[in-house]
């Protein structure tokens, strides 16, 4: 059995530094809003060259709480993508916005900057690209169109820990950005966990007062907030796998490049990298046409494998009604034909050398 990510083999690494720091946290009795929360948040806040990072419960949670403090409200419009996870769509619902979804571009599945253009109205307030699959999106372009539109610019960041373009990290570039440690992603925690980064002093009052019940000073509360907070717990497990996360995603890298070196000459379209800056691939996810039969005959071998994702944000029961008779093509043509197969810092050369062979025995005869 291959999984799609191996969390053991990164455990086995690491387990005596996490067991030590987690056994002083329940000695000490700090679980909420601890020492390692405050150190997690300096020490992501440095590693991705920004002022602030803010620890929050999940990543969903992030882009909530970014939205909210970048001032976008009811009825506002905001641009993304409809071939991303469902929480960047709910992000916009929960602050009563409207999500508008525009296409993607089909080499880099993400958002497409000549789409965001067009889908600009008066109401429009903010554009939320997704670096998806660990693909930075195409943010000079985008951060061109924000400014002289006058909208606001957040990222979801939530698959792409350490993903860099043109020399900055993503999540640097925007007004403000989300990132999720949920368990399986490129930096992942052991429960749920996210952070809202910002070079705004102004917007980081805000979050931080959010995130925990509207409240600076204990029982003085000035807001409506959440309860929102990065866990203690989760700090100590993400400060020891920060400290490795170029590593990590350096074998990602290394072990997505075997990949597209074995499937090279197959008829189907292994990921594109443009050159401008580190995929990180959270995902390594190929098209073909022959999807359905890749995904069976890899299934039969145990191999971890999956459809990220097969309904696009437009078709799904939540959103089909408001977006009827949206025709999203690149989006929908790749939906058809995606999959993405195991990666991660711990899956040695030889499992990836028999994924490729099923692939190719699919494929070849
Ligand atoms: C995982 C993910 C989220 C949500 O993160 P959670 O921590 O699970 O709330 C949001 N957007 C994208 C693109 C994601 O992959």
Request: aromatic share 8%; hydrophobic share 45%.
């Amino acid at each position: 059995m291959i999984p799609m990510v191996n969390l053991k083999a990164q455990y086995a690494e690491i387990k005596d530094e996490i067991e030590q720091g987690l056994a002083e946290t329940i000695e000490k009795c700090a679980f909420i809003l601890g020492p390692n929360v405050q150190a997690f948040e300096q020490e992501a806040a440095q590693y991705l060259g920004l002022k602030h990072a803010i620890g929050v419960a999940s990543g969903t949670d992030a882009l909530h709480l970014a939205l909210i403090a970048e001032g976008i409200e009811a009825d506002d419009e905001v641009i993304t993508t409809a071939f991303t996870f469902i929480a960047t769509a709910e992000a916009i619902k929960y602050v009563g916005a409207k999500p508008v979804f525009v296409d993607i571009d089909p080499k880099t599945f993400n958002i497409s900057p000549a789409a965001i253009e067009q889908a600009i109205t008066p109401l429009t307030k903010a554009v939320m690209p997704v670096h998806l699959f660990g693909q930075p999106a195409e943010m000079a372009a985008i951060a061109r169109i924000c400014s002289r539109h006058n909208l606001k610019l957040i990222e979801d960041c939530c698959q792409s820990f350490g993903a860099s373009i043109n020399g900055k990290q993503t999540g640097a570039i925007g007004d403000a950005a989300g990132f999720s440690f949920f368990p399986s992603k490129n930096l992942g925690a052991f429960g749920d966990g996210g952070l809202v980064v910002t070079n705004s002093d102004e917007s980081a009052a805000k979050i931080k007062k959010l995130r925990n019940h509207g409240s600076d000073v204990r029982y003085y509360h000035d807001v409506i907030g959440y309860n929102s907070r990065l866990d203690e717990m989760q700090a100590v497990v993400l400060r020891v796998k920060l400290k490795r996360i170029d590593q990590y995603n350096q074998a990602r890298r290394r072990a997505a490049h075997l990949y597209s070196q074995l499937l090279a000459d197959l008829p189907l379209t292994t990921p594109f990298e443009d050159g401008l800056g580190e995929h990180v691939y959270h995902q390594y996810t190929i098209l073909s046409d022959r999807r359905d039969e890749l995904l069976k005959a890899l299934q039969a071998k145990q191999i971890g494998c999956a459809v990220y994702y097969p309904v696009p944000l437009h078709r799904q029961n939540v959103f089909k009604q408001e977006c009827a008779g949206l025709r999203l093509p690149a989006t929908e043509a790749v939906a058809a034909n995606c999959l993405s197969l195991p990666v991660c810092p711990f899956l040695e050369d030889h499992l990836i050398r028999e994924i490729a062979g099923v692939i190719r025995e699919v494929l070849t005869v």
